[in-house]
Structures are given as C-alpha cells and as structure tokens.
C-alpha cells in the first residue's frame, strides 16, 4: 500500500531534550515536506526537500533540523524542543516527475512539549 | 494581504443541501490550484485539482477564475459524510511550483 508513515504519532516531552520524529514513504518520490499545523494559523511549512541531499527552509524553518539521506526518510529533528513546538505535525511526499503536484500526507504526529 | 484566504465558517448545512465556498488568493502568478479535505485530526487529502475550464467530480464541482483571483467549491446534494474542513491550496509558478500554500480551511458540517 503506497503510504507515509510518521513515528511517533504522539509525543510528550519536556523543554530542551532533543527528539526526532521520522518519515517515511514507499512511494519513490522526490519530494518531501514537513509542516505544522495549529489553530488559527492553519497548514505552515517547515523544511522540504526537492531530493537526497537538497533540503531548503519553508516559511517557520526556526527550532528544527530535517535531513535526508535517504530517498524514502525526512526526519524533522528538534535539538531542543521549547513550548511553541507544541503542534499537529504532518510529513508529505509528492512525485516531480507527475504533473499533479498531489501531496500525499503522513498521519500526523502531535507533539506536546511541555 | 494574506497570499490565501478563506471564510472559516463553520458552515451548517441539512443534508441534501448544496453549499459552496470561495477562496481568494494574492499572488497572480499561481500555477496550480487544488481542494483539500481534511476530517478533524487527520491528514488533509487531496479532494480535487482546479482547472481554469472548471471541473466536476461527482457531486464536486470546482471552478478558477483568474482575472478575479477565487476558486470556488460547489458541492451538491450534502451527505452527513461531506462533514469535514476544506483546505484551499495554491502553488507558485515556476521553480517552486511544489510548494503548496494552504489557507486556513472552511468548515463544513452537514446535518441530518
């Protein structure tokens, strides 16, 4: 079944210990994307990558790191997680080699950080 | 000017209802234009992509207008499972053109 898979799906942590939350798609896309969601502010996004190697900040990129080594992964890594962490967190992959731009979206990881 | 905005809602429709919304965006080089769906705490999913000569889907119907900068999601007969928030989604041209931009959703919840 083509999916992104998202660990862990919730998250309670404190202030300052550094915690990453993995992504992971089978579908051999090229693009990956990690955003933020919370009320009011709607859908943000943090970093993408256009493939290996190419990762670029998106529009809240402050507090987080993402690489990707892999075609498949795109870990989010917050070296030292603070209360406005606190968020819905969605990971989402897309083919550049499909004129549909469709985004296929993770499950979420909600994250509380206290 | 915010680069995509959308009425929040909530809007409350019978079931069998048809209810439209609109969405407005600022950048007038947008390439690409599509509706999301998004249930309560669960990822958005992409609904349908808008196309300039509009397009239907079933009891989906979305339309562009450019010269205005909207799009607008028409949804005919409304069943109790339409209940959910409606993410207007547009990209840039060019390069970027894989960065979507979300506006903050309309709320639609169908009642029996």
């Known amino acids: 079944e083509a999916q992104v898979t998202q660990n862990p799906r919730y998250l309670i942590t404190v202030t300052g210990k550094k915690l990453t939350v993995t992504c992971s798609q089978n579908?051999?896309?090229?693009?990956m994307s990690w955003y933020r969601q919370d009320p009011g502010l709607g859908l943000r996004q943090i970093y993408y990558s256009m493939n290996v190697e190419v990762t670029d900040k998106g529009d809240v990129p402050e507090g987080y790191k993402v690489s990707r080594k892999e075609k498949r992964n795109f870990p989010l890594i917050l070296e030292s997680p603070s209360p406005n962490q606190t968020s819905l967190y969605f990971c989402?992959?897309?083919?550049?080699?499909?004129?549909?731009?469709?985004?296929?979206f993770g499950p979420g990881t909600r994250l509380t950080v206290t | 000017r915010k680069e995509v905005e959308q009425d929040p809602g909530p809007f409350n429709v019978p079931e069998g209802a048809t209810v439209a919304f609109n969405c407005t965006y600022s950048n007038s080089a947008s390439q690409s234009f599509f509706w999301y769906r998004q249930d309560c705490r669960k990822e958005p999913k992409l609904l349908m992509s808008v196309y300039s000569s509009g397009n239907e889907d079933g009891r989906f119907t979305a339309q562009l207008n450019r010269a205005s900068q909207y799009i607008s999601l028409l949804i005919r007969d409304s069943k109790l499972s339409d209940s959910a928030t409606y993410l207007c989604?547009?990209?840039?041209?060019?390069?970027?053109?894989?960065?979507?931009?979300f506006g903050k959703g309309t709320k639609l919840s169908v009642i029996p």
């Open positions: 989604v547009v990209t840039p041209s060019g390069a970027g053109s894989y960065q979507l931009t």
């Open positions: 989402a992959s897309s083919s550049t080699l499909r004129l549909s731009y469709e985004q296929y």
């Open positions: 579908m051999n896309h090229e693009y």
